[in-house]
C-alpha cells in the first residue's frame, strides 16, 4: 500500500505541473464578496489587513505579544507568521473570527523553505537533482503538512539568482543558472499551492526576494545591489516572472536596493513591471520591516515616508513594520496617499483569504486528525529520502572506491558523521533534528567503527590520532566533513568558503595513510576544496538533505542508488575566483594558457574547480555528434525563425556497467549579437534511465523565446546568425552542432 500511495503522490506532481501553469487571477465571484466586505470596514480595519505581526516561539512552543492579540482583537492586525500546530493557530483565528466586529479571518504565514516538518534537501541540494518532479513534489509535500498545522502562507520559493558563494542565502535557491532557475520556480509555486487554492494540501507561495537579492554586493547580506537594466533584466529577473506566471499568490520584497531605490519603495519593479508588464494579481508583503529600514538607506526621512514611498510603490502588506498601522492613516488625511490605494491593497489581501475559503470556514487548516496523520508520515519520510539522494553529487570516485563493499571495514570519520542537529540545515521550518538519520544510522549494519577526529570548528586537533588509528585498521574511510547549518542562510556570509576548523587537515592526514578516503561533504554553499579534491579517493556533495540524510546517503555509498545528481552553481577553486560561473561572455581578450595578455590570473586557472551542471555517476555515458533542424513554416517565405522551431538530436549511451541516469544538458550560443552574449547558455536538459550499453535519442526542441535576448535597443527578441547548438553531461563537457538562423 505505502509504494501505491507514494507513487501516487508522483503522479499527482505529473498531472499538477500541466494543470496549472497559469498566473493567479480572482476566481469568478470573488470581487463581488471582497467589495461587499470592503463597504463595510472602517479605515482602521482596512489598514488591520495591511498589517502582518510575528509571533514567537518560545521553548515551550508558540507565544503571542499580549499587544498584538489586542491588535486582533480590534482589528488592527489581519495577518500572522512564524505562528503554527493546530492548537495554536485555532485559538488566534477564534479570537479574529469570534472576537471582532467584522470577523475577518487571519491568514498564517511561514518560512515552509524545505519542508515544515519533514524536512527535504535544503533548496540548493534540491536544485542539484534536476528532477522538476521530485522538487514539486518536495514543495508540495512541505505544502501539506504546513496546511495541516493550521497555515496557509509560505514565504517561498526564494528564486535569487547568485553567482557568489560567499552569501548566505545560496543554500535556499536554484544556484547560478536563470533557465534551471526559471524551471525550479514553476516547480516549487505548482508544488505549494497545489491542484487549487483553498484546498488543505496548498499553501500561497510567496516568491522572494523580488528583486535580484542574490546579487548583493561582495556577497554580503543586505549590501548594495548595482546592475545594468539589461544584465537584471536577462540574468535575475525571469525567475521572479516564471514564478508569478505559474500562478503564484503572493510576493516578497527585498531588502536591497535596484537602480538606487529600495525594492520595498521601487515602483517601477512593483507596479511598471509586476503589475503592469506581468499582469501579477496577488498582494506584495515587505521583509522584515524592510519598509523601516529605507530610512536607513537615505532615500525617505522616516518611517511615516516609508510608508508613502511604499504604498504609492506598490506595497500591500508590511511585515513587522507596523508602519501602515501607525502612519498611513495620517497620511491619507494630509493626502500622501489615497482611499483606492489602501482599499486596492485590502481588496488583493482580502481576495486571496476568499481564495482559501477562510470565511467558509476559518478553521479548516486546523485539524488535529489531520496533523498527526500527515506529518512526518512513512509516505513523505520515503519521498525525502528517494529526493535526498536524487540531489547527492558524485565529485570524484578514484580506483572506484565507491560503492562500498559490504564486507569492508569501515572507518567512518568527522564532526558530522554520528551529528542529528545540523542535518536539517538553516530556515528549517518545524523540523526537528531528533527525527533526522545521521549518516552512522545509515550504516547499520555495515562493520563501521566511528571515530569523529575533530570538531567542525576550532583548532584541537587532539582526535586525529584516534581517527588515524581507526583508518590504519579499515579498508576504507567514510570522512563527513563540512559546515554548520547557520554557516548559510540569512546574515551568514563568509569571506572564506574553506572548511571551516582543522577539517581539511584530517582529511589530508586521512589520506596519507594510503586507505581510500571516501570524503562525504555536508554544507549549504560552493566550497573551495582544492586539496581534498586532489588527494580524496571519491567525493560526495550532500548539501543539507534533512531528515532523511543519513538513509539517502547510505544508498548512494552503498550502491543501492546510483548518483545523478549535477551541480546547479560551480565550485571555485579559491575565493579569489568569486564570482565563477559558467555563462560568462567571451570578452575581447579571451583566455589563452599560451598568451599572458589575456583574461586570466597570474596565480590561479580560470576554471573553477567543478562546473556547473558537473557530476560524475557510477556507469559512464557517451554521446553521439548532435545534429540540428530548423524547419521554417511552410509558408514562410521570408524564412523568419521566430515563427520555427529548432530541433536538437543526440544519442546518448550508457558506455559502463551498470544502469544509471545521466542528465543530457542543452546549451547555446549565439556567436555575433547586437549585444555581447555569453559563450553557452542552458536551455534544456533531459534526465534519462539507461540500462548497460542502452543507446536513446534524444530530442531538444527550441523555440524562438529560448534564443532571444535584449537587443542594443533594449527590445527583447532573436537576431539572424550563426548559432552553437551543444549537449553534453555538464556545461564543459559538450558536443557542438553549427546552425544558421535566418531573420
Ligand atoms: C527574513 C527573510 C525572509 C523571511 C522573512 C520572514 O528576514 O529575509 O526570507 O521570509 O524574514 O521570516
Not at 506584495?284 to 530610512?295: A, G, L
Not at 533594449?714 to 531573420?743: A, C, H, I, N, W
Amino acid at each position: 500500500m505505502k509504494k501505491l500511495t507514494y507513487l501516487f503522490l508522483l503522479f499527482q506532481m505529473f498531472l499538477l505541473g500541466s494543470l496549472n501553469a497559469q498566473p493567479y487571477k480572482p476566481s469568478p465571484g470573488i470581487d463581488a464578496k471582497v467589495n461587499a466586505l470592503l463597504a463595510k470596514m472602517t479605515l482602521d480595519e482596512k489598514i488591520g489587513q495591511l498589517t502582518l505581526y510575528t509571533t514567537d516561539w518560545g521553548s515551550t512552543g508558540p507565544t503571542i505579544r499580549e499587544g498584538y492579540k489586542n491588535d486582533i482583537r480590534s482589528g488592527a492586525c489581519g495577518n500572522l507568521f512564524n505562528s503554527h500546530t493546530v492548537g495554536f493557530v485555532r485559538e488566534l483565528q477564534r479570537v479574529a473570527v469570534e472576537e471582532t466586529r467584522l470577523k475577518i479571518p487571519l491568514l498564517f504565514g511561514f518560512d515552509v523553505i524545505h519542508g515544515y516538518k519533514t524536512i527535504f534537501p535544503i533548496p540548493l541540494g534540491e536544485a542539484a537533482c534536476w528532477d522538476l518532479e521530485a522538487i514539486e513534489l518536495s514543495a508540495h509535500i512541505a505544502a501539506a503538512e504546513a496546511a495541516s498545522a493550521g497555515l496557509n502562507w509560505t514565504f517561498a520559493p526564494m528564486v535569487d539568482i547568485t553567482r557568489d558563494p560567499r552569501w548566505g542565502r545560496v543554500m535556499e535557491g536554484a544556484g547560478e543558472d536563470t533557465w534551471l532557475g526559471c524551471r525550479i520556480a514553476e516547480a516549487r509555486v505548482h508544488g505549494f499551492q497545489g491542484k487549487k487554492l483553498g484546498n488543505t494540501d496548498a499553501v500561497l507561495a510567496c516568491v522572494k526576494h523580488y528583486a535580484a537579492y542574490g546579487a548583493a554586493t561582495a556577497g554580503r547580506d543586505y549590501n548594495t545591489v548595482d546592475m545594468s537594466e539589461r544584465f537584471f533584466r536577462e540574468y535575475y529577473l525571469p525567475p521572479y516572472k516564471a514564478a508569478v506566471q505559474a500562478g503564484a499568490a503572493t510576493v516578497m520584497t527585498s531588502f536591497n536596493e535596484y537602480d538606487g531605490v529600495p525594492a520595498t519603495g521601487n515602483k517601477y519593479l512593483l507596479t511598471n513591471i509586476l503589475r503592469n508588464e506581468w499582469g501579477f494579481k496577488g498582494f506584495v508583503v515587505t521583509d522584515y520591516t524592510s519598509m523601516n529600514e529605507m530610512v536607513n538607506h537615505g532615500v525617505i526621512a522616516d518611517e511615516k515616508e516609508a510608508g508613502e514611498l511604499s504604498l504609492n510603490a506598490g506595497v500591500d502588506m508590511d511585515m513587522q513594520g507596523s508602519i501602515y498601522q501607525r502612519f498611513l492613516k495620517q497620511s491619507l488625511k494630509q493626502g500622501k496617499v489615497l482611499q483606492k490605494q489602501i482599499d486596492e491593497a485590502a481588496r488583493r489581501v482580502l481576495r486571496l483569504k476568499f481564495e482559501l475559503g477562510l470565511f467558509d470556514d476559518p478553521y479548516k487548516f486546523c485539524n488535529e486528525e489531520r496533523q498527526k496523520a500527515t506529518l512526518l508520515s512513512a509516505d513523505h519520510r520515503k519521498a525525502a529520502r528517494d529526493v535526498s539522494r536524487k540531489s547527492i553529487v558524485l565529485l570524484k570516485n578514484d580506483k572506484n572506491a565507491l560503492p562500498l563493499q559490504r564486507n569492508q571495514k569501515i572507518a567512518l570519520i568527522g564532526p558530522l558523521a554520528d551529528n542529528k542537529s545540523e542535518l536539517i540545515g538553516n530556515w528549517n521550518g518545524a523540523g526537528n533534528a531528533d527525527d533526522c538519520i545521521t549518516v552512522a544510522g545509515g550504516l547499520q549494519g555495515w562493520n563501521v567503527t566511528q571515530v569523529k577526529g575533530c570538531d567542525i570548528e576550532g583548532t584541537d586537533k587532539s582526535g586525529f590520532e584516534a581517527a588515524l588509528a581507526a583508518a590504519r585498521n579499515a579498508d576504507v574511510v567514510v570522512a563527513v566533513v563540512g559546515e554548520k547549518a547557520m554557516m548559510s542562510g540569512e546574515a551568514a556570509s563568509r569571506t572564506e568558503i574553506t572548511l571551516p576548523g582543522v577539517q581539511e587537515e584530517l582529511i589530508l592526514e586521512l589520506c596519507k595513510t594510503g586507505k581510500p578516503v571516501v570524503v562525504v561533504l555536508m554544507n549549504g554553499r560552493p566550497l573551495a576544496i582544492p586539496q581534498i579534491a586532489q588527494n580524496a579517493t571519491a567525493i560526495l556533495e550532500t548539501w543539507w538533505l534533512g531528515t532523511e540524510a543519513g538513509n539517502a546517503i547510505a544508498d548512494v555509498l552503498s550502491g543501492t542508488y546510483n548518483p545523478a545528481g549535477r551541480l546547479p552553481m560551480s565550485f571555485p577553486r579559491s575565493v579569489g575566483q568569486v564570482p565563477v560561473f559558467y555563462n560568462e561572455r567571451n570578452t575581447g581578450r579571451p583566455y589563452n594558457p599560451d598568451s599572458k595578455w589575456t583574461s586570466r590570473y597570474i596565480d590561479e586557472v580560470n576554471a573553477p574547480l567543478y562546473p556547473f551542471g558537473f557530476g560524475l555517476s557510477y556507469t559512464t555515458f557517451s554521446y553521439s555528434q548532435p545534429t540540428a533542424t530548423v524547419t521554417y513554416a511552410a509558408n514562410d517565405a521570408s524564412k523568419r525563425f521566430a515563427k520555427s522551431p529548432v530541433t536538437v538530436q543526440v544519442t546518448v549511451t550508457n558506455s559502463g556497467k551498470v544502469a544509471g541516469e545521466e542528465v543530457a544538458q542543452l546549451y547555446v550560443r549565439d556567436l555575433v549579437g547586437s549585444v555581447t552574449r555569453p559563450v553557452r547558455e542552458l536551455k534544456g536538459f533531459q534526465k534519462v534511465m539507461l540500462q548497460p550499453g542502452e543507446s536513446k535519442t534524444l530530442t531538444f526542441t527550441l523555440k524562438s523565446e529560448d534564443l532571444g535576448f535584449y537587443r542594443r535597443n533594449m527590445t527583447f527578441g532573436t537576431e539572424p546568425g550563426e548559432y552553437d547548438l551543444m549537449v553534453g553531461g555538464s556545461s564543459q563537457d559538450v558536443k557542438t552542432v553549427r546552425v544558421r538562423l535566418e531573420k
